[in-house]
Nanobody, 123 residues
């Protein structure tokens, strides 16, 4: 009922920048929060940054000062601007969205993940 589609990953040199986008679509009533998580090979999926419907943001310590999460509520889209990228930022980045959607005549909660987008930081 709700889909999350990510874009913007790729290969970048250390010190470079990338911008990820995640658009939520479907029978959305409201979005509570959206965020980005990442998973490197052989490691668990970790939080990168989140933003709530009220605009509150939360960042992992490792990305503070380098990454910025923003949202466009009208488009149900969240962005992650990543600057000063380091090789240790290499991972698959996943978008997460949580909120309420229409299901026939009812409202139901959702907490979905996107398919992931690869970010590789290497010279």
């Amino acid at each position: 009922q709700v889909q999350l589609v990510e874009s913007g990953g790729g290969l970048v040199q250390p010190g470079g920048s990338l911008r990820l986008s995640c658009a939520a679509s479907g029978s959305i009533f409201s979005i509570t929060a959206m965020g980005w998580y990442r998973q490197a090979p052989g490691k668990q999926r970790d939080l990168v940054a989140t933003v709530t419907s009220g605009g509150n943001t939360n960042y992992a310590d490792s990305v503070k000062g380098r990454f910025t999460i923003t949202r466009d509520s009208a488009k149900n889209t969240v962005y992650l601007q990543m600057n000063s990228l380091k090789p240790e930022d290499t991972a698959v980045y996943y978008c997460n969205g949580a909120g309420i959607y229409y299901s026939n005549t009812a409202l139901r909660s959702f907490d979905y993940w996107g398919q992931g987008t690869q970010v590789t930081v290497s010279s």
